[in-house]
């Protein structure tokens, strides 16, 4: 009985998935494993140049400066003479320390914000939806731009830069859902019996707002990395030294014209794989989360 009873749960498991559409799947199955690569370059990166495999992203005029692609420089170098191949992995790890302390700031503000907003209402809510709306309203990349002047270059202000742009879209998703949810009878059911504001907010309501905020963070890591990659490429992300990718292509526009083509393929290919690892998984995530969006397609 309870053999047969784990194989039919397996078998409702199995047609639940296949209700899916298999493009989703496959969208997000593609996301994961590109994500998956810079996580793994971004954590092994280290480790290679320890053992000698890759020479170090910080040592300037290690190598004679633009030799094309090559068994011993795979990506070419640069005219620093830096190792592209090198710099190119190294920039993941500072895309994804930047961008996951970024998100995760963002996540940490704008979540509990809209929880007590859209519960408690009245000019709490008023003052704080002005507020998020009218940051909202300012595009991303200025807002990132003007913050970096004012909190300097490093990843953890390049991270601060970067956040406040987002605090507003986790505000107003968790928000929202929280305003729809609160009259529910489930809420009405936990005040009569004396529930705390605080124990509604964290057990009855937080897991029933949260639905969507996975995939606004993927989205928002991927369009944080462009960001963050245009933030090098005008000079105020990280520190010069640092590998990152935005920074790499500022240095290659001078010897684009002269066909010096390597030094911005590779970092600008990495940034565009990056973005489109997290958008993938960011879009499966919405079809297995939300399934009633696609139905008006």
Same mark, same amino acid.
């Given at each position: 009985?309870?053999?047969?009873?784990?194989?039919?749960?397996?078998?409702?498991?199995?047609?639940?998935?296949?209700?899916? +559409?298999?493009?989703?799947?496959?969208?997000?199955?593609?996301?994961?494993?590109?994500?998956?690569?810079?996580?793994?370059?971004?954590?092994?990166? +280290?480790?290679?140049?320890?053992?000698?495999?890759?020479?170090?992203?910080?040592?300037?005029?290690? *190598?004679? +400066?633009?030799?094309?692609?090559?068994?011993?420089?795979?990506?070419?170098?640069?005219?620093? %003479?830096?190792?592209?191949?090198?710099?190119?992995?190294?920039?993941?790890?500072?895309?994804?320390?930047?961008? %996951?302390?970024?998100?995760?700031?963002?996540?940490?503000?704008?979540?509990?914000?809209?929880?007590?907003?859209?519960?408690?209402?009245?000019?709490?809510?008023?003052?704080?939806?002005?507020?998020?709306?009218?940051?909202?309203?300012?595009? %991303?990349?200025?807002?990132?731009?003007?913050?970096?002047?004012?909190?300097?270059?490093?990843?953890?202000?390049?991270?601060?830069?970067?956040?406040?742009?987002?605090?507003?879209?986790?505000?107003?998703?968790?928000? *929202?859902?929280?305003?729809?949810?609160?009259?529910?009878?489930?809420?009405?059911?936990?005040?009569?019996?004396?529930?705390?504001?605080?124990?509604?907010?964290?057990?009855?309501?937080?897991?029933?707002?949260?639905?969507?905020?996975?995939?606004?963070?993927?989205? *928002?890591?991927?369009?944080?990395?462009?960001?963050? %990659?245009?933030?090098?490429?005008?000079?105020?992300?990280?520190?010069?030294?640092? +590998?990152?990718?935005?920074?790499?292509?500022?240095?290659?526009?001078?010897?684009?014209?002269?066909?010096? &083509? &390597?030094?911005?393929?590779?970092?600008?290919?990495?940034?565009?794989?990056?973005?489109?690892?997290?958008?993938?998984?960011?879009?499966?995530?919405?079809?297995?989360? *939300?399934?009633?969006?696609?139905?008006?397609?």
């Amino acid at each position: 009985m309870d053999a047969m009873t784990v194989t039919r749960f397996r078998f409702l498991r199995l047609q639940r998935l296949s209700q899916y +559409p298999r493009l989703s799947i496959q969208m997000m199955g593609a996301g994961i494993l590109l994500t998956s690569l810079f996580v793994m370059a971004a954590l092994f990166s +280290p480790v290679l140049q320890s053992w000698g495999v890759l020479q170090s992203p910080l040592e300037a005029l290690a *190598n004679i +400066p633009h030799q094309p692609p090559s068994p011993e420089h795979w990506f070419g170098t640069s005219r620093q %003479g830096y190792d592209v191949f090198s710099r190119t992995l190294f920039g993941s790890q500072a895309a994804l320390q930047v961008v %996951g302390v970024a998100t995760a700031m963002s996540l940490l503000v704008g979540v509990p914000l809209g929880l007590v907003s859209g519960y408690l209402g009245g000019k709490l809510d008023k003052a704080l939806l002005f507020l998020m709306d009218t940051i909202y309203t300012l595009p %991303g990349l200025l807002l990132s731009v003007t913050l970096a002047f004012v909190v300097g270059k490093g990843v953890f202000n390049a991270a601060i830069a970067l956040s406040i742009a987002y605090v507003p879209q986790y505000y107003r998703v968790v928000r *929202n859902h929280t305003v729809s949810i609160k009259t529910e009878l489930f809420i009405e059911a936990a005040r009569s019996i004396g529930a705390s504001t605080w124990r509604v907010l964290s057990k009855y309501l937080f897991f029933n707002v949260i639905q969507s905020v996975p995939v606004l963070f993927t989205l *928002n890591a991927a369009d944080a990395v462009l960001v963050l %990659g245009g933030l090098g490429f005008l000079g105020l992300g990280l520190p010069e030294q640092t +590998p990152e990718w935005g920074m790499d292509l500022r240095q290659a526009l001078d010897a684009l014209p002269t066909g010096i &083509w &390597w030094t911005a393929l590779f970092p600008g290919l990495a940034l565009t794989l990056l973005v489109v690892g997290l958008s993938l998984m960011g879009e499966g995530l919405n079809e297995l989360i *939300n399934p009633l969006s696609r139905e008006g397609d």
